[in-house]
């Protein structure tokens, strides 16, 4: 067994090794001549937790003061407090509010749930990065703890390891919702990866720290989105979520890519997460003639009045109770990251296919901060916006199809390999970005629910220009001769 002091021993010649590598070497290391700890009790697998519980301070930190400085700032170094300050504290609750094998590699009773000793109280460095002792003894690359940057609900490390169950549900939901899934294309190709995938996402961000999987290929996991020691921003997030200065927000990072034609493009036509732009009144091709100019037309959606932007409706926390009993049953934490989740009978959200009523979906994202009065409120809002994006969407058809019988596929006016762009591809990219916005899943009940929500007006505005310009200039027919022009969705329609 080691001893104190051939620790203590040990430490200047760290200093002098340290010296010789400074080229090398972190700057926001600070070796310290103290002892940094005491010998793990037996049975703690290792971990060695608080080096000074009262001001909590970890082992870790005595060396890496940048990442303590940051990590005492999040809501894991309050976990032991939050826990006993619930009034239900028991022994079964005590492994995901401390240091224990939960979140990391360790897989039998470790830490706290092996000794119930206070020095492993509260989620420390060790919960993610595994157990340091032999990492502190000899501070070299080939001891290095590193944590995990993947999860999912069979891995036995990582954060779903205690962000899980019927209360804090994350990992579950996560793991079903786009983000959980990699289309493998895409997640591996240089222009497609920074953010189809959780690595490619990560380099492109400047985070070219170490952890276990550096060099693989993984999903948009919790620590691509969460920073797991900084708390600059609320939720422990990289990005911002609130204001609408979309070059901040942590979705529009991805949610943005071919937001208007790209006539150098074979996929130019193709809108291609335009969510940001069109809830920011900047999406779609606007076509000559059309009196608006870019970001003039914002749905209170994406006002400044929506403080959480995207996240208000994509990441909508709400609680499912049991029918009968009225007892808690499920805590819904939004990380399916649908608006408008499909859920079971008994009102939990699931990842099925369904209608778009209010049993077969929950609502509950759109009645935050007051905004909507009830799920039928809002429902009713949707349903008269997508009726209206219909027509447009129909009308405009009708007359794309008079200009070239196989619209977008090759040979005619609407042909995005041909390299020259017409008003025909203008409109057909108008009415795609209407009708399924970027989603790849064209789910017949869905079609114009994003563009109703995300900007119903500019959608309509661009839809209505589209089918001027296109009668206009192909001399085509509308359905109807007297055809009124004019817009059906009104401001004050919700
Ligand atoms: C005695 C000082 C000391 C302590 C205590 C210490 N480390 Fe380190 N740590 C180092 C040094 C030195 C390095 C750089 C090693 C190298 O590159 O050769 C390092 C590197 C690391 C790295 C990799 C950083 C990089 O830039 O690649 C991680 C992660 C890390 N330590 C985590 C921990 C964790 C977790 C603990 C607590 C269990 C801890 N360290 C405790 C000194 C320490
Ligand atoms: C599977 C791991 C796990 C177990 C077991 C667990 N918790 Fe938690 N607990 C968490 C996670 C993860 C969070 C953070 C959830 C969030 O932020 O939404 C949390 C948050 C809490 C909070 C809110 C903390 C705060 O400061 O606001 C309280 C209170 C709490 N838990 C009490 C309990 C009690 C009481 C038990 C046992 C009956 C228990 N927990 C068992 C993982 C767990
Ligand atoms: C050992 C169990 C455990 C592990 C592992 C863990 N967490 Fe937590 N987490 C908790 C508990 C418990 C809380 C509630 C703490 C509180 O607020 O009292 C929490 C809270 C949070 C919060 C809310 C913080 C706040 O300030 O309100 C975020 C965000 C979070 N965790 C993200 C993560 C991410 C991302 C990972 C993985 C990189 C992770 N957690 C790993 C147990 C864990
Ligand atoms: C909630 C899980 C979690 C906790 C708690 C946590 N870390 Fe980390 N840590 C990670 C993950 C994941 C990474 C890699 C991604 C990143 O850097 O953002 C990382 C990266 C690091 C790195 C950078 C490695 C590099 O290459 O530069 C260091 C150093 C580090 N952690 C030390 C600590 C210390 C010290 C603590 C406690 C004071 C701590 N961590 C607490 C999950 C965690
Ligand atoms: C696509 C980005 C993204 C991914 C991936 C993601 N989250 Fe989140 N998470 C968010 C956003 C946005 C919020 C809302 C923060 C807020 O409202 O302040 C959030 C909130 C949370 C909270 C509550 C924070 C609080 O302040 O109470 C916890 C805990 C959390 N996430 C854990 C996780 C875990 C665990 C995973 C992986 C299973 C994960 N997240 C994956 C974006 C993400
Ligand atoms: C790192 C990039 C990245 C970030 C950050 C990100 N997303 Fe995503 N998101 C994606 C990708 C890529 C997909 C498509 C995944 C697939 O289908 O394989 C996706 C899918 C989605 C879907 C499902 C779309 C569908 O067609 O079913 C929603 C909804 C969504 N994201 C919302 C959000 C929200 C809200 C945020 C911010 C809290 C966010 N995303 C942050 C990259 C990202
Ligand atoms: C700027 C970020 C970004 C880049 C770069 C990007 N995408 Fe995407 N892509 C997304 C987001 C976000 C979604 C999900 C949007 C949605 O569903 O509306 C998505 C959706 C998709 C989908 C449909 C999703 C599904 O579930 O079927 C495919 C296919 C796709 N992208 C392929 C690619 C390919 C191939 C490339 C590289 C040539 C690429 N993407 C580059 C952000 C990006
Ligand atoms: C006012 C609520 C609300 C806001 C704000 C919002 N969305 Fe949506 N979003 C929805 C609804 C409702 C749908 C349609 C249902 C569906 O497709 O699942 C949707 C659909 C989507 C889709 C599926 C593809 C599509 O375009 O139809 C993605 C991806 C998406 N939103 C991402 C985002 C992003 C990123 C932001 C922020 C820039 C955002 N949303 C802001 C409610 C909202």
């Known amino acids: 067994m080691r001893t104190l002091t ?63 400085g940051e990590w005492a700032g999040t809501g894991h170094a309050e976990a032991w407090e939050g826990l006993q300050a619930s009034g239900a504290a028991q ?125 693989e290929t993984f999903e948009i996991t919790c620590a691509v989105c969460h920073d797991p020691h900084a708390h600059d921003n609320e939720g422990q997030l990289r990005f911002p979520i609130g204001g609408v200065a979309i070059e901040d927000n942590l979705c529009s990072q991805c949610h943005n890519r071919r937001v208007e034609p790209d006539p150098g493009s074979s996929h130019g036509l193709e809108p291609h997460a335009p969510e940001t732009a069109l809830l920011s009144g900047d999406a779609g091709w606007f076509p000559p003639g059309l009196t608006i ?23 909508a926390s709400f609680t499912v109770t049991d029918k009968a009993t009225g007892d808690f049953a499920f805590q819904a934490v939004g990380h399916g990251f649908n608006a408008i989740p499909c859920v079971d009978a008994d009102g939990i959200p699931n990842n099925e296919d369904c209608g778009l009523s209010t049993t077969e979906r929950s609502y509950e994202g759109c009645l935050g901060s007051g905004c909507h009065s009830s799920p039928e409120a809002a429902f009713s809002a949707l349903q008269s916006a997508t009726t209206s994006l219909e027509f447009w969407v129909e009308e405009l058809k009708g007359l794309l199809v008079q200009v070239d019988p196989n619209l977008a596929s090759s040979g005619g006016e609407i042909d995005a390999t041909d390299g020259k762009f017409t008003l025909a591809e203008g409109a057909y990219f108008n009415m ?22 995300h900007n119903p007006f500019l959608t309509e505005q661009l839809l209505i220009a589209s089918i001027k310009v296109v009668k206009e200039q192909y001399g085509v027919q509308l359905s109807s001769p007297d055809l009124v022009l004019e817009r059906r969705i009104l401001p004050d329609g919700r």
């Open 6 to 68: 051939s620790r203590i021993a040990f430490l200047p010649l760290l200093v002098l090794a340290l010296t010789s590598l400074s080229a090398c070497v972190d700057e926001k290391i600070v070796y310290r001549d103290r002892e940094l700890f005491e010998d793990p009790p037996s049975g703690a697998a290792d971990f060695i937790g608080y080096s000074d519980q009262e001001a909590k301070l970890t082992v870790c930190g005595n060396c890496h003061v940048e990442k303590q």
């Open 91 to 215: 022994t079964f609750c005590e492994g995901c509010h401390t240091v224990s094998e939960l979140g990391n590699a360790v897989t039998e009773a470790g830490g706290y749930n092996a000794t119930q000793d206070a020095r492993y109280e509260d989620v420390q460095c060790e919960s993610c990065h595994g157990p340091g002792l032999d990492h502190v003894t000899n501070p070299t690359r080939a001891t290095i703890p590193l944590a995990p940057m993947t999860v999912g609900l069979e891995n036995t490390e990582g954060c779903g390891e205690c962000h899980q169950g019927t209360h804090h549900p994350f990992v579950e939901q996560w793991e079903e919702s786009g983000h959980g899934t990699l289309i493998g294309f895409a997640a591996g190709r240089d222009g497609c990866k920074n953010c189809h995938s959780g690595n490619g996402a990560l380099a492109s961000w400047g985070v070219n720290t170490n952890y276990k999987e550096a060099g």
């Open 293 to 315: 100019e870019r970001g003039d037309i914002i749905a209170s959606h994406g006002s400044e009045g929506n403080e959480d932007l995207c996240a208000t409706c994509h990441v």
């Open 432 to 453: 795609a970005m209407a009708e399924f916005g970027g989603s790849g899943r064209p789910d017949p009940r869905l079609a114009y629910a994003g563009a109703a929500v």
